[in-house]
Structure formats: C-alpha cells, structure tokens
C-alpha cells in the first residue's frame, strides 16, 4: 500500500507565496507521474500541474509563469511553488501519483488527502 501525504498549505494574501508537499510512502518500486489537482467549492476537480519521471512538466494555463512543480525522486517527494496567488487560486490541492509497487510490479494511481489554500485579504 501506498499513502501520499500533503503539508503546506494554509491562508495567504494576494500576491503571497505558498510551497507545497506531497510525499510518497509506502512498497514503492518508482514513481512515474505526479502531479497536484485542486477543487474550489462548486467547481470540478482540475489538474495544476503534472511533473514526470524524466523532468518534464505541464501546467494549467491560469498558473504559467506563477507556479512551479518539482520534485525529489530520492525522498518520493512532489513540491508546488506558488506564487503571486490570486483569490480565484483558492481551492483544496490534492496531490496525485502514477506509483509501481513492490509486490506486485504494477502501476497504481494514488490520491493525496487534499490540503486548503485561500488566498484572500
């Protein structure tokens, strides 16, 4: 079994910055994708931005340029660095993995328990 347990998150003003964590626990062979969702009340569920096993990377238009997702494959550990946060970026963030396991070698999609951000005044 695999957990993905979230940190970071929290009330900011607008233009502040936040830094999220996600890492990974658990019968881990490797981590393909992983990436960071978010859902504002009312609304669906929606991806920010994803980052590869190779590095690559992709985001949500409304967040180019503000934020940016990395990770560190040696502690199974995702980051989004948020910045010049607007009130329209306030949602729960969930993180979410592609994830091969130990036993047996099988890739699992996973689900972090979401953290809130509000970005207001």
């Known amino acids: 079994q695999v957990q993905l347990v979230e940190s970071g998150g929290g009330l900011v003003q607008p233009g502040g910055s936040l830094r999220l964590s996600c890492a990974a626990s658990?019968?881990?062979?490797?981590?393909?994708?992983m990436g960071w969702y978010r859902q504002a009340p009312g609304k669906q569920r929606e991806l920010v931005a994803a980052?590869?096993?190779?590095?690559?990377?992709n985001y949500a238009d409304s967040v180019k340029g503000r934020f940016a997702i990395f990770r560190d494959n040696a502690k199974n550990t995702v980051y989004l660095q948020m910045n010049s946060l607007k009130p329209e970026d306030t949602a729960v963030y969930y993180c979410?993995?592609?994830?091969?396991?130990?036993?047996?070698?099988?890739?699992?999609?996973?689900w972090g328990q979401g953290t809130q951000v509000t970005v207001s005044s």
């Open positions: 658990g019968s881990i062979f490797t981590i393909n994708r």
């Open positions: 979410n993995a592609d994830v091969v396991g130990t036993m047996p070698l099988r890739e699992y999609n996973y």
């Open positions: 980052i590869f096993s190779g590095g690559s990377t």
